[in-house]
């Protein structure tokens, strides 16, 4: 699970997160949402340790991500908007130099590799170096390269970004896949269809505050709004999701 706890973040005096509370379970698909500025990146990268709070606490599976780190990062998966591989690696190579940096066995990689393979179609270049990959199959690769370890939370920015029809498919059974199995996906996106067909909660930040939580049922209840996503978005923020 993760917990946050009087979360903030400020840049030369200018608050991008202001003390931001929030706990997700296990076995949850959280969405994340906000326009342009309002601190979801920020906020996805003080969850996964790339950005230290300027106040706050956050814990993985009850891990201090500050004072547990190592432990707490080895229950994390993070797969970014922007897919970054080493080009002069193939996918094969890449997800061993993956596994390698989890201590995972060499021949319980390969297992896994060829569970992964099968589940996101990686057959037709996993063994091409990734310089020749389009950006889908980058995004798939690095899906598969975060599943290898078998994390307990897995925190997505953009994960449709680049997929097409039958790999976004994929991509969301796996969430619900996932979710059924007590991982615990945090999704921060643009597509609120995505999120509103996919999520159990949804959380809206605006001006680095969260200004609504909960089902779709909830936020309908809180806004007076009866339409779709889009509508309630909309009533929270007054601006569309950019």
Avoid: W
């Avoid at 230290?52 to 599976?61: E, H, L, N, V, Y």
């Avoid at 080895?74 to 690696?89: C, F, M, T, W």
């Avoid at 996993?126 to 690769?141: A, I, N, T, V």
């Avoid at 975060?146 to 307990?152: G, R, T």
Wanted: glycine share 10%; proline share 4%.
């Amino acid at each position: 699970m993760i917990e946050m706890v009087g979360l903030s973040k400020s840049y030369n005096g200018k608050a991008a997160v202001k003390d931001l509370s929030l706990s997700v379970p296990a076995g949850e698909v959280f969405a994340f949402l906000g326009p342009n500025g309002a601190g979801k990146t920020t906020t996805i990268k003080m969850l996964v340790g790339l950005l230290r709070p300027s106040a706050g606490t956050i814990r993985i599976c009850g891990l201090d991500l500050a004072t547990d780190s190592q432990e707490a990062r080895g229950k994390l998966a993070y797969v970014p908007d922007q897919p970054y591989l080493y080009e002069k690696l193939s996918g094969r190579e890449f997800l061993h130099f993956v596994g390698g940096m989890f201590g995972i066995p060499r021949g319980e990689v390969e297992e896994r590799i060829e569970r992964l393979t099968q589940v996101f179609d990686l057959g037709s270049f996993l063994d091409h170096l990734s310089e020749s990959y389009s950006h889908g199959m980058k995004q798939r690769l690095v899906f598969a390269s975060a599943l290898l370890h078998d994390p307990s939370v897995m925190v997505l920015d953009e994960p449709m970004v680049g997929l097409d029809p039958h790999s976004a498919r994929v991509v969301l059974d796996l969430f619900r896949r996932e979710a059924a199995r007590g991982t615990t996906i945090f999704m921060s996106t643009h597509s609120l269809p995505v999120a509103e067909k996919t999520a159990d909660r949804i959380g809206i930040l605006k001006d680095g505050e969260l200004v609504a939580l909960g089902s779709m049922a909830e936020l309908k209840a809180r806004t007076g709004q009866e339409g779709d996503l889009e509508e309630i978005f909309l009533a929270l923020t007054g601006e569309d999701a950019g």
